[in-house]
């Protein structure tokens, strides 16, 4: 709409508007349509002024041209409000007005705005001028731009092949750069040309990864930069490693990082920085710098990204290439030392005795030896390369074809002995190991070693044959100990049963010691031949372990039953110490720890003149909770150093001189120490010259569960709370006995003398029962007794504890009023029922009924039994005759074991004591009759009764079918125990 005013409108005819068409028509640019028409329009309306505005795009106009008096009267930013308004439907002010220049459908291509100081009406002939205009106007300004646009982008494109070009030629330099060093160069030759760029630098990471080398940097002297800038936190090349995008800031001016102000200062307006990638890790940056503001355009960023990917890549190349030169080298350098080590492989192989080779997965010889091919025959190259079956006989072949195929099919080694027949004819007996190896890649080798075993075969055989002969050597020696401890043992049975028969008689004292020392003398013979014979056993490694329960305290008591009459004749006191934690009843072999025991016993005795013997019983917790260990202290006369290596030895003592004080045949402890390593094991000793020895062992012993008799069921609470006073000079006795008292929960009082004992007496409250010690200095324990009798002072009950088996001891004891009466050493089961005996009749009776019937003709009475005697030996008969008939018994006697089968079969016998070598039938056939013809119910109990003492002897008697087995010479006690448990167990019962 264009207003009209007080100004008078010029007057417009025909031939100034086709004079104003031909010149826009003929204008060549967008200009010189403008700047006519907006005249034109200001002079031939009531406009005083005017502007036009160009669309940009979308909503957007820049204003082109200002027309009027005064060409400040509005700027680009009020022009576009302007329009904004108008295209939103808003009214200008009055006094404005204005024509748009649109295409039908589309956003208007400009606009011209016309401004009046005077509100007029609207001004018909103007519109009509003006509105002829605007269609062919339009379409020449379209024109114009449009070939304007066509020229520009014509221009970008040849200025954009310009720069591909110039990135092509950078990238062929790149390509022919021989170092990081032209590729820089190239760089900062060729960057300047494709995009603006002043100055360049590029950053690259150190190989640690830690800080910051500049490579490159330009040389422009009107920018410099310092090395370290824009390396600290929050600075553009930190955001750049961050994020990996290419950072553009076209006004460093209006940037808000603070590190590009000094650039700012020293003119530098638009920076653009990228990172340079390796194997998509960031390395480093590319930075450009213009003096210009707005130099960077989207293009440029383009490009700029194109010529660090180029840059990057180069750069890893020259790293490849560089890894690649110094990969090459270091294979090379392997590669010699490869050789090198083959070489040395290869010398070390070929000096091994043995025959080597590798095959690998084809059966192929891989690698052979010089021992290989000397054994086999032929040349190296005869193998490498083939398998057995070109170059072998079929059979040995598919035979080592066999065991090859074993080895790659097992994780194993897998060997093959055999006799092989080698080129010349000969026969070696070789030994070949073959193992499977897998290789890192995957493949497998088959590694053998083959060993030339002929020697070795032929030592062996004769190694098997000396064997075989030092085994039946051995066993000759084995039968001909046997048949010699036999033939000993028969006349000593009769030595040692006529003399112990002999003692009981009515003899003088001269006549009884010349009695006891046979007996003596000849339980000291059998001694060694049992060492000698054991010996033999384990040394021939026949030697065998029972495994059988058994009360492990009582076992201990009875072996010091067995020294105690030695030790007592010297005044040496006994003492077992038993440690609570230990099961009494264990697992093992009984006799042959009693064994032990009683010979460390008997050295410690034989050595020790005064003092005390202790058996200390303890567990080895460390070792497990089965190991228990026995160690036997004596206050003898110590062992030097230097002879304590010669204790453990066969045959060997401390004083070998012929002038030795003390005898034995140096068996014991050879034996002692070789049995306790066969019950799991060992023996040591530790000793001071002087003062005394401590010989130690442990053996392995399961608990086992406890014996359900008469010591199970005393039961110690009629003990508790009662007062005891011990009374004994020897420490330890007193220490035993008061721990004894305390696990009864008895109160026990000490005292180390009697007279010390008296006064405790006088002074404490009553006590319950004295334990009193026979044997003290000073004044002994019947004196202190008569002394506080005749001060009559009421004594409780005395349990007299004594040494010595003295008669007379014992008759003043009784006339004292003592009627308990313990033989040292104090075993726990005899003193615990003795106490409660003092305490409960029911005990008592109990303990009366228990004890052990003497050896007199009442054991007949008591265990009456029809007896058969078989017997060939005529000492041995009148031995065993008199024995039995001493105990009140009535024998039959069979002179062999014909006899014996025929007495068997015609009359009923309870017991048969059966010897096993007899002329025409010995025990072993009798025994094996006597079972085939007689029923269990009518055959009687079978006794081995021989002088053979073997394992083996003992398990011949047992296979037959005897029930128990007594070895010659017997005691008269082993005699009676055998008499009881026939009784007991015989059917049917008497």
Known sequence: MIHSSKKQPVEIDSSVLIDLMNQLIQADSVLNIIEPLTAA??????????????????????????????????????????????????????????????????????????????????????????????????????????????????????????????????????????????????????????????????????????????????????????????????????????TGDILRINDTRMSDYQELQRAAD??????????????????GTLTVFSFNANAYTVENERLFYQIASLLSKSLENFWLWEENKNRVTELNQQQEELEKTSNYFKAIINQLPDALFVKNEAFKFTLVNEAFVNL??????????????????????????????????????VQNDGYSTLPNGSQMYTQTNKQALTLPDGSR???????????????????????????????????????????????????????????????????????????NSGESLLTIINDILDFSKIESGKLEIENQRFDLRRSLEEALDLIAPKAHEKGLELILRYEDSISEWVHGDVTR???????????????????????????????????????????????????????????????????????????????????????????????TLGEGSTFAFTIKAEPADPDTGHYARMDPEYLNCKRALIIDDNTTNRELLKN?????????????????????????????????????????????????????????????????????????????????????PIKISQLLTSLLALFTQKVKAEVEH???????DEIAKLYPLNILLAEDNIVNQKVAMRTLERLGYNVDLAQNGKE?????????????????????????????????????????????????????DRDSCLQAGMDLFLSKPFKVDDLVNVLIQVYETSVPQH
């Open 900 to 952: 014996a089968l025929d007495a068997a079969l015609n009359k009923p016998y309870d017991l048969i004591l059966m010897d096993v070598h007899m002329p025409e039938m010995d025990g072993i056939d009798a025994t094996k009759e006597i079972h085939a013809r007689l029923s269990q119910n009518e055959r009687p109990k079978i006794v081995a009764l021989t002088a053979g003492i073997l394992q083996q």
């Open 593 to 687: 720890l009693r064994q032990i025991v009683v010979n460390l016993l008997s050295n410690s005795v034989k050595f020790t003149s005064k003092g005390e013997i202790v058996i200390d019983v303890t567990q080895v917790k460390d070792e497990g909770p089965n190991l228990i260990q026995f160690a036997v202290s004596d206050t003898g006369i110590g062992i030097p150093k230097d002879r304590m290596n010669r204790l453990f030895k066969s045959f060997s003592q401390v004083d070998s001189s012929t002038t030795r004080k003390y005898g034995g045949t140096g068996l014991g402890l050879a034996i002692s120490k070789s049995l306790a390593e066969i019950m799991g094991g060992t023996m040591w000793v530790e000793s």
């Open 41 to 242: 329009a200001v002079a031939h309306t009531q406009a005083e002024r005017g502007c036009f505005l160009l669309n940009n795009g979308g909503s957007s106009f820049s204003l082109v041209h200002i027309h009027g008096d005064n060409n400040d009267w509005i700027d680009a930013k009020q022009a576009d409000a302007k329009v904004q308004s108008i295209l939103r439907g808003k009214k200008l002010p009055a006094g404005q007005d204005f024509i748009l220049f649109q295409k039908d459908g589309d956003a208007p291509l400009g606009c011209l705005i016309l401004e009046s100081t005077v509100v007029s009406e609207p001004d018909e002939n103007a519109q009509t001028l003006f509105s002829s205009l605007i269609q062919p106007a339009t379409t020449l300004l379209e024109k114009l731009l449009k070939a304007q646009k066509v020229a520009k982008e014509k221009q970008r494109s040849i200025l954009q092949m310009d720069r591909l070009n110039t990135l092509s030629e950078y990238s062929i330099i790149l390509s022919q750069s021989r170092n990081r060093e032209d590729a820089f160069l190239a760089t900062q030759e060729y960057i300047s040309e494709i995009i603006p760029a002043e100055n360049m630098r590029i950053l690259l990471l150190d190989e640690a990864k830690e800080t910051w080398t500049l490579q490159q940097l330009s040389t422009n002297e009107e920018c410099e930069i310092e090395e370290n800038h824009g390396l600290v936190k929050g600075s553009p090349i930190e955001k750049v490693l961050q």
């Open 445 to 519: 080798l088959l590694v053998g070693i083959v060993r030339d075993m002929t020697t070795w075969k032929e030592a062996e055989t004769a190694m098997k044959e000396a064997k075989e002969a030092a085994e039946l050597a051995a066993q000759a020696k084995s039968d001909f100990l046997a048949n010699m401890s036999h033939e000993i043992r028969t006349p000593m049975n009769g030595v040692i049963g006529m003399t112990s028969l002999l003692i009981d008689s009515e003899l003088n004292d001269e006549q009884l010691g010349f009695a006891e020392t046979i007996r």
């Open 740 to 824: 004894y008292c305390k696990r009864w929960e008895m109160i026990p009082y000490l005292a180390s003398s009697a007279a010390e004992g008296m006064m405790a007496i006088k002074a404490n409250p009553p006590f319950n029962v004295i334990i009193l010690d026979y044997q003290m200095p000073e004044m002994n324990g019947l004196d202190m007794i008569k002394q506080l009798n005749d001060l009559g002072i009421d004594l409780p009950p005395v349990v007299l504890l004594t040494s010595v088996g003295d008669k007379d001891i014992k008759r003043r004891a009784t006339e004292l009023g003592i009627s308990t009466f313990l033989y040292k």
């Open 266 to 283: 020293e003119g530098v307006r638009s920076i653009m920085t990228g990172p340079l990638h390796f194997s998509g890790d960031m390395i």
């Open 850 to 856: 228990m004890r052990k019937p003497k050896i007199t």
């Open 376 to 413: 086999r025959g032929g040349e190296e190259t005869d193998y490498v390369g083939n398998t057995d079956h070109d170059i072998r006989p079929k059979e040995d072949a598919d035979l080592y074809r066999h065991f090859d195929e074993l080895a790659f099919s097992s994780t194993r080694k």
